[in-house]
DNA sequence: ACCATGACTGGGG
DNA sequence: ACCCCAGCCATGG
């Protein structure tokens, strides 16, 4: 566990972020990062996930309760790690929401974000709440279509 | 206490 | 378009 109650706050904050990707969707530790207030910290976000533990372990945030598989690389990829189960891991669980993961020419393991991306710029538990300040802006965000 | 190692990322070469 | 690299900072030796 982190030792700093800074720490800890950042990880519960992490977990009740992904906790909120609906399923059958997926996103980047870098936008989760962006989400929780700290854009520069995607690497840890993975550090926080790595961390999640079986329900068993009576932790507030496991893996049961927490879509750690939908969270993955920026560049669409499922991140590989040093336990190369782990990314196999991650691509049934992702099978099992419904989410279609493809292998590239290297072996990745790979998901379509124009299909499956979920990037809000802001937590809808929060939205939901009133939390958000004002913000009524709007700019030709996104319009790709695949 | 210091050093190396990552479930990361955007920018430069 | 691909590779490298500097920030990032919790963990473990």
């Known amino acids: 566990m982190p030792r700093s109650d800074e720490a800890q706050a950042f990880f519960n904050a992490v977990y009740r972020a992904v906790q909120e990707i609906p399923r059958g969707k997926v996103t980047t530790y870098g936008h989760i990062a962006k989400l ?4 520069q910290r995607a690497r840890q976000v993975g ?8 329900s068993q372990d009576n932790a507030r945030y496991n ?6 598989q939908r969270v993955i690389s920026a560049k669409g990829v499922i991140s590989p790690r040093s336990e ?9 669980a992702l099978g099992h929401d419904g989410v279609t993961v493809t292998i590239g020419p290297l072996g990745e393991r790979m998901v379509d974000f124009a299909e499956y991306g979920w990037f809000p710029r802001i937590l809808p538990s929060e ?5 958000v300040p004002s913000d009524e802006e709007d700019e030709g965000d996104d319009g790709e279509g695949a």
């Open 84 to 92: 190369p189960s782990g990314a196999a891991n991650q691509a049934v």
């Open 127 to 131: 939205e939901a709440q009133g939390l």
């Open 63 to 68: 893996s049961e309760n927490v879509p750690w």
């Open 36 to 39: 929780v207030g700290t854009p």
């Open 47 to 54: 550090i926080c996930l790595k961390q999640l533990g079986s």
